[in-house]
Structure formats: C-alpha cells, structure tokens
T-cell receptor, first 115, second 113 residues
Framework: DAGVTQSPTHLIKTRGQQVTLRCSPK?????VSWYQQALGQGPQFIFQ???????QRGNFPDRFSGHQFPNYSSELNVNALLLGDSALYLC??????????????FGPGTRLTVL | DQQVKQNSPSLSVQEGRISILNCDYT??????FLWYKKYPAEGPTFLIS?????DKNEDGRFTVFLNKSAKHLSLHIVPSQPGDSAVYFC????????????FGKGTRLSVIA
C-alpha cells in the first residue's frame, strides 16, 4: 500500500517565479492538507482540500493556492515567490468521516529553495 | 503567539535509559494531542496520540501523559534505542476531526549507544 507521495523532491526557483507541487494521498484517503515547514520550525498549516474544494485555510497569503482532482490528488501553487517561501512543503492525507481520532499521514515533502 | 511549545530544542540520552520529551500548550480548546517523529529527508510519522478524556496512553515503549490542568503533555520512551534518534513534534487540535494540526517547533532526540 503506497503511502503519501510528493513530487518533486527538490526544487530551486528564483524570486518572482511560480511553482507547482504535487501530492498523491494514501490509498483510501480523500482529504489532503498542505503544510509549510521552515527551517527550525514545526509544520504550519496552509490549507485543506476535500471534495475538490478548499475547506479550511491557515494564515497564508493568496499567492498560495491549490487544487484537488477527482482522484483526490492535489497541487499546491505558489505565485510571485519570495525568499521567505524557501521551506519544506509537506502534504498530509486522511480519510474523512473516521471521527475525531483520525490521524493524518504525511508525505516526505518537497524542499523548495528560492534564490 | 505559539500555541504549542516545545521548549527543549534538543535532548541527548544514553541507550537503554528513559527519554522524556515535553510539550506545553496554551489553547484550552485543544482536545486531541499527537506526537510525530521525523527523520531527515522524510515526512513526519505518526507515533502516538491521546485525547483529553485520558491522562495516559501507552503503545509499546512509548507512553504519552497528559496533564490538562497544567496544559502539559510528555512523551516517555523506555528503553531508548539509537533508532529513536529523530526530531519529535508535538501537535494538537480541537475536538473536531478535520481541524488542522498545530505543531510545536520540535525536539531533536539523540540516543547515544
């Protein structure tokens, strides 16, 4: 059973560019969340997708946007990249409706470096 | 304002001894707490969780204790093994399955053989 997968593993961009990161959830999971982990910090919630819609959003600007596809996979898009966007971007999936003790499973992350 | 705090950035323990990782939180709405372990180049891996209706949850060598009045939880690893060396994140959320997790900054545990 494949867990959560993310691509690419690493990415280098320059300021002002746009980037797209991809995530495939664990089999049987239909909800995808994205987190940003800056160096020395814990993961911070960006947004969550369910039924192809953004259901919740953390304190991130509109430059961060996403999409969920019918097969539950998801993309994270960041426009007008800033140096401060350099971080590890983590995707987490869970199966909705499993109750309040449900657990999110994380992918290995995409390391984004903005120069 | 950090709602979940792990005040020890690092901890070093001898193999076979007990490792105790601490976590404090400020949001009284948090009702469910999780510990994740993270190795380099990997995503966080779920380790153990506890709900606010309990004060202890045990899974093999790992035990999590919750002191709700003090808004404090701790993870005990007994006995510690070199393979336990990783960064440990404490996370919390309110009692609603789909709410996002709030993480602490993590504690790097080194278990010395």
């Amino acid at each position: 059973d494949a867990g959560v997968t993310q691509s690419p593993t690493h990415l280098i961009k320059t300021r002002g560019q746009q980037v797209t990161l991809r995530c495939s959830p664990k089999s049987g999971h239909d909800t995808v969340s994205w987190y940003q982990q800056a160096l020395g910090q814990g993961p911070q919630f960006i947004f969550q997708y369910y039924e192809e819609e953004e259901r919740q959003r953390g304190n991130f600007p509109d430059r961060f946007s996403g999409h969920q596809f019918p097969n539950y996979s998801s993309e994270l898009n960041v426009n007008a990249l800033l140096l401060g966007d350099s971080a590890l971007y983590l995707c987490a999936s869970l199966a909705s409706g499993t109750g309040w003790t449900d657990t999110q499973y994380f992918g290995p992350g995409t390391r984004l470096t903005v120069l | 304002d950090q709602q979940v705090k792990q005040n020890s950035p690092s901890l070093s323990v001898q193999e076979g001894r007990i490792s105790i990782l601490n976590c404090d939180y400020t949001n009284s709405m948090f009702d469910y707490f999780l510990w994740y372990k993270k190795y380099p180049a990997e995503g966080p891996t779920f380790l153990i969780s506890i709900s606010s209706i309990k004060d202890k949850n045990e899974d093999g060598r790992f035990t999590v204790f919750l002191n709700k009045s003090a808004k404090h939880l701790s993870l005990h690893i007994v006995p510690s093994q070199p393979g336990d060396s990783a960064v440990y994140f404490c996370a919390a959320r309110p009692n609603s399955g789909n709410t996002p997790l709030v993480f602490g900054k993590g504690t790097r545990l080194s278990v010395i053989a």
